[in-house]
Nanobody
Framework: QVQLVESGGGLVQPGGSLRLSCVASGRIRSINTMGWYRQAAGKQRELVASIISDGNTNYADFVKGRFTISRDNAKNTVFLQLNSLKPEDTAVYYC??????????????????WGQGTQVTVSS
């Protein structure tokens, strides 16, 4: 199993910034896509941003120009820089990774793993 651990959430005032980190560990052969999703209270989980192994990125319209996703392939880590935060950005942010892992029985298999989530609260 591939595990993801997020960090960096917290309470910030409107207009402030945070930097989220997510580290993947386990029997990882390769990670294709890493991404950040968020889920606000009473709402469905939604994609915030994603990045594939060659560095190409994809952003939700509501964060373009404010958030930046990046990754360190050597460390199996993805980051999300959140700037110009708004109260409506308040949510639990989840890390996601899709790739290939080593297994004992089949040598390799696909994985799609989620982190436990980190709370981001934007409030004055």
């Amino acid at each position: 199993q591939v595990q993801l651990v997020e960090s960096g959430g917290g309470l910030v005032q409107p207009g402030g910034s945070l930097r989220l980190s997510c580290v993947a560990s386990g029997r990882i052969r390769s990670i294709n896509t890493m991404g950040w999703y968020r889920q606000a209270a009473g709402k469905q989980r939604e994609l915030v941003a994603s990045i594939i192994s060659d560095g190409n990125t994809n952003y939700a319209d509501f964060v373009k120009g404010r958030f930046t996703i990046s990754r360190d392939n050597a460390k199996n880590t993805v980051f999300l820089q959140l700037n110009s935060l708004k109260p409506e950005d308040t949510a639990v942010y989840y890390c996601n990774a899709v790739g290939v892992q080593f297994t004992l029985k089949t040598w390799t298999s696909d994985f799609n793993s989620w982190g436990q989530g980190t709370q981001v609260t934007v409030s004055s």
